[in-house]
Structure formats: C-alpha cells, structure tokens
T-cell receptor, first 111, second 114 residues
C-alpha cells in the first residue's frame, strides 16, 4: 500500500528565506506527483505537476524535483514571502483514477 | 472560466441524520473525484466517476456512503445515518480526463456531526 510522508510537519521562517519541503513515497510505480497548497477554508490549489518521466518542474519562485527511484520529491521555495503561508501537500498518482496524499507541511512565513 | 464549486460550504447535522453534499465540476471535465480530509489527517480518496462508466467506489469507508453523478455534470455525495467520525471536510475535484492531467479542487464542504 502506497504511503506518502511529508517532513517537516510544520515550519516557521522569517521572510526572505529559501525553503525546502520534503515528500517521500513508498512505491515508486507512480504516474506523476503533484504539489498543492491549501489555505484555511479554501480548496487545494495545484502548484506543480511532475510526470514520472520528468525530473523537475519550475513555476516562478517554486521548483519541484522528483527522484522516482528513491521515492522522493522536494519543493523548493525561493525568497519566501508572508503570502506563501499555507499548508503544502504532495500527492502521488499511482492509479490513473486517484491521488494518494501526504499529511502536509504547515508553513508560516513571518515579516 | 468557473472552477469547481461545492455546496453547502458548511453543514452541521445531528448524529443519525442523512446529509447530501453537492459538487459542480468544471464544464467539460469528464472525471470527477470525491475526497475526505479529517482533522489532522491527509486527504483520503472516496470515489471516482468517469463519464458513463461504473464508478470506482473503492475508497468509500462504509455502505452509509454513496454518490451519484448524472452524465458529466453535477455529483452528490450522500451520507446516511451520520456518525461523529464522519466529521471532516469533503473535497471534490475534476479533471479533463483521467490519467496524467491535473485535478482541480473545489473549496470543500465542512461537515460537523454533533
């Protein structure tokens, strides 16, 4: 059974720091991996989608890498801002129909 | 265009009552998914619809849970005889087709069973 783990569970940093959020999964037979952010009272916003054949994806200050063989992904946030404060979730798709989610990293960026 | 919408945004119900949650997917998206997020836990897959095919119900936690979808439009998730353990945020997502495409999520329905 696929298990997805995210470390750390919570992170509090001053504005301007570069951050790395970690995601690990137990079964490397995945179709893709997706990073989301979740704001309180709101749904999930997709940040980056990495297909199993890809190594990384970039969008603005965000960079996500995927090492499928070792079952790891990292989300790098450059020059963090207070507006980045949210819960970050990673999810793997091992079945075409569903995502398996980690429990998330709760990030707070203070001014 | 409009995203995935869900209603109600919040629902408080008494233990033992039935509830219906609604999801309106993005127009043209053939795949629709329901997930549940209990406090302090990750999202759990519940059910998946693809067009007129039989739904994948493998994530439904008990026979008190059921869902319907008419064609490629609205879906309703019904929970019968609600229990306190059903308290959670129920999230709906849709994607253009199943497979490698992104899933777009609605804002969720927060269900509280008292």
């Amino acid at each position: 059974k696929q298990e997805v783990t995210q470390i750390p569970a919570a992170l509090s940093v001053p504005e301007g720091e570069n951050l790395v959020l970690n995601c690990s999964f137990t079964d490397s037979a995945i179709y893709n991996l997706q990073w989301f952010r979740q704001d309180p009272g709101k749904g999930l916003t997709s940040l980056l989608l990495i297909q199993s054949s890809q190594r990384e994806q970039t969008s603005g200050r965000l960079n996500a890498s995927l090492d499928k063989s070792s079952g790891r992904s990292t989300l790098y946030i450059a020059a963090s801002q207070p507006g980045d404060s949210a819960t970050y979730l990673c999810a793997v798709r091992e079945d075409p129909d569903k995502l398996i989610f980690g429990t998330g990293t709760r990030l707070q960026v203070f001014p | 265009g409009a995203g995935v919408s869900q209603s109600p945004s919040n629902k408080v119900t008494e233990k033992g009552k039935d509830v219906e949650l609604r999801c309106d997917p993005i127009s043209g998206h053939t795949a629709l998914y329901w997930y549940r997020q209990r406090l302090g836990q990750g999202l759990e897959f519940l059910i998946y619809f693809q067009g007129n095919s039989a739904p994948d119900k493998s994530g439904l936690p008990s026979d008190r849970f059921s869902a319907e979808r008419t064609g490629e439009s609205v879906s309703t998730l019904t929970i019968q005889r609600t229990q306190q353990e059903d308290s959670a945020v129920y999230l709906c997502a849709s994607s253009l087709t199943p497979g490698p495409y992104e899933q777009y999520f609605g804002p969720g329905t927060r269900l509280t069973v008292t």
